[in-house]
């Protein structure tokens, strides 16, 4: 059974930054695509980054691109989303998910497997 278990949540001004972990229990963990999405009240879950399995190569929601930077410690089983010029539209529960594939994804669908989430909360 895999288990994420994400951390780093919390409460910060506008314009200011946080970083956001998942810890993994997973075999070969290196090998699967690894992704983060954020639902914030009253809205559907909302895609925000993934990393490839293997190579790493990463892909962001427009509304984070050149922002926020999604990263993964393999030899920690550890994937990161670090989050700068945070906006209060960024308010949100963040969860971190993992798929049996390679590929990144941007449907929550395509994932297998998801941690609790972590609330982030950004003041204007």
């Known amino acids: 059974q895999v288990q994420l278990v994400e951390s780093g949540g919390g409460l910060v001004q506008a314009g200011g930054s946080l970083r956001l972990s998942c810890a993994a229990s997973?075999?070969?963990?290196?090998?699967?695509?690894m992704g983060w999405f954020r639902q914030a009240p009253g809205k559907d879950r909302e895609f925000v980054a993934t990393?490839?399995?293997?190579?790493?190569?990463?892909y962001y929601a427009d509304s984070v691109k050149g922002r926020f930077t999604i990263s993964r410690d393999n030899a920690k089983n550890t994937m990161y989303l670090q989050m700068n010029s945070l906006k209060p539209e960024d308010t949100a529960v963040y969860y971190c998910?993992?798929?049996?594939?390679?590929?990144?994804?941007?449907?929550?669908?395509?994932?297998?497997?998801w941690g609790q989430g972590t609330q982030v909360t950004v003041s204007s």
């Open positions: 998910a993992s798929r049996n594939a390679i590929l990144g994804a941007t449907r929550w669908e395509q994932y297998d497997y």
């Open positions: 997973r075999r070969t963990f290196s090998s699967y695509a």
């Open positions: 990393i490839r399995g293997s190579d790493g190569s990463t």
